[in-house]
């Protein structure tokens, strides 16, 4: 089987498996700081780009150090989420719609809102 070594912890791991040490950062306390978010964020956003977990994980928890939803084509551009965190400035949802075009420009989009009832 192929293998590849983390870039981050330096463990050979076969490809198919996560490294059991950003799993450990994945699964643990978001922290409260912004500034540690922030570097967290760097951690899996700058370079190297290689991903050790899964890709869910890994959106599941940019979304807790952004604290709010993301959309996995951001991840192309960290260096928004980045930014963003940085200046403390959430951006909203037409921007996210404009990053999806800049991906896409030619496809159709019908954004949905659903609307939850708690009741």
């Given at each position: 089987?192929?293998?590849?070594?983390?870039?981050?912890?330096?463990i050979?791991?076969?490809?198919?498996?996560?490294?059991?040490?950003?799993?450990?950062?994945?699964?643990?306390?978001?922290?409260?700081?912004?500034?540690?978010?922030?570097?967290?964020l760097?951690f899996?956003?700058?370079?190297?780009?290689?991903?050790?977990?899964?890709?869910?994980?890994?959106?599941?928890?940019?979304?807790?150090?952004?604290?709010?939803?993301?959309?996995?084509?951001?991840?192309?551009?960290?260096?928004?989420?980045?930014?963003?965190?940085?200046?403390n400035?959430?951006?909203?949802?037409?921007?996210?719609?404009?990053?999806?075009?800049?991906?896409a420009?030619?496809?159709?989009?019908?954004?949905?809102?659903?609307?939850e009832?708690?009741e």
């Amino acid at each position: 089987m192929e293998k590849y070594i983390c870039p981050r912890h330096d463990i050979e791991l076969l490809k198919k498996d996560a490294c059991p040490k950003c799993l450990e950062i994945i699964n643990s306390v978001v922290p409260d700081a912004q500034a540690d978010r922030l570097e967290e964020l760097k951690f899996w956003c700058e370079e190297p780009r290689i991903l050790t977990v899964n890709i869910g994980n890994l959106l599941e928890r940019v979304e807790k150090l952004m604290g709010r939803p993301v959309w996995d084509l951001e991840l192309a551009h960290p260096e928004d989420l980045i930014h963003e965190l940085e200046t403390n400035q959430k951006i909203n949802f037409d921007r996210v719609l404009d990053k999806i075009k800049d991906f896409a420009p030619n496809a159709t989009m019908i954004p949905l809102i659903v609307e939850e009832n708690n009741e």
